[in-house]
């Protein structure tokens, strides 16, 4: 791995050296923006002037802090099961009120729980996708007659690359990310004439804290990045340049298309 990284080989990476003046003053929803890949999104479009709001099950009020501290702006955070569709549309509706309606749409929020496929049960199955796929189409249900009546509006639907590679361990989170590449393609057949572009955005395998608690170890991980073309192991900042460009008029003629964000792995076999 290149360069003086940690026992988990992250390095420093720079501040982000692009500005997109047009996502100055759009109103964001960011779901799941409070923790993870979502928290660094959430950091990502403030730094471009945008008014973010996220919704997010857990209490984000440190995180509101911390970015207030260092942007003299806070996000809009809005506590939510997403799940629970009424309280999600009820939170895109108070994002709406507070930064006018939505223009930038990401759903991010993502449950990659691993699960034995002898041992799923309807339950698990269904709140998988529930998590994945589900609140991600009655979200862009919600915002997509505003974006309609604006001629204009962008939607990034996060996916993974683990449902292009075959990954096994969380048949239902990789059906669900299938299921969502094929939603934004559908999406952005049907709504791209009234000027709405439906892109996804497929990550490989990010150091989040969650994911280094949880399933990664660092052996793991340095074997896992041998096997990319670039030798450094992605962090959710590794993210956040991917969504803002396909949120931004710099990728105005690109829709229902996937980047993958994954450091070659796919690339790479």
Request: proline share 7%.
């Given at each position: 791995m290149s360069g003086a990284g940690d026992a988990w080989g992250e390095v420093p990476r720079p501040p982000l050296p692009m500005r997109l003046a047009d996502l100055a003053g759009r109103s964001v929803f960011v779901t799941g923006g409070g923790s993870g890949i979502g928290a660094a999104l959430t950091e990502g479009f403030m730094d471009q002037g945008a008014n973010v709001a996220f919704v997010q099950r857990s209490d984000a009020g440190g995180f509101c802090d911390a970015l207030e501290a260092?942007?003299?702006?806070?996000?809009?955070?809005?506590?939510?099961?997403?799940?629970?569709?009424?309280?999600?549309?009820?939170?895109?509706?108070?994002a709406a009120a507070r930064h006018g309606p939505i223009e930038v749409l990401v759903n991010n929020a993502a449950d990659d729980t691993r699960h034995d496929t002898l041992e799923v049960t309807e339950?698990?199955?269904?709140?998988?996708?529930?998590?994945?796929?589900?609140?991600?189409?009655?979200?862009?249900q919600a915002?997509?007659?505003?974006?309609?009546?604006?001629?204009r509006g962008a939607i990034v639907n996060i996916s993974s690359v683990a449902y292009m590679m075959g990954m096994g361990g969380f048949p239902g989170y990789t059906a669900s990310k299938a299921g969502l590449v094929s939603l934004s393609r559908t999406l952005a057949r049907e709504w791209g004439?009234?000027?709405?572009?439906?892109?996804?955005?497929?990550?490989?395998?990010?150091?989040?804290?969650?994911q280094k608690r949880l399933w990664l170890t660092p052996e793991g991980v340095a074997a896992h990045v041998a096997a990319q073309c670039l030798r450094t192991p992605l962090v959710p900042e590794d993210i956040v340049g991917g969504?803002?460009?396909?949120?931004s008029e710099a990728s105005r003629m690109l829709t229902g298309q996937v980047m993958v964000v994954d450091g070659g792995l796919v690339a790479g076999g």
């Open positions: 260092r942007h003299g702006t806070r996000p809009l955070a809005l506590r939510a099961d997403i799940t629970d569709i009424p309280a999600l549309r009820a939170a895109l509706d108070t339950a698990d199955w269904d709140r998988a996708t529930a998590i994945n796929l589900k609140a991600a189409f009655f979200a862009c915002v997509l007659p505003a974006m309609q009546r604006a001629g004439p009234h000027g709405i572009r439906v892109n996804a955005l497929a990550p490989g395998m990010v150091l989040t804290e969650r969504v803002l460009f396909l949120a």
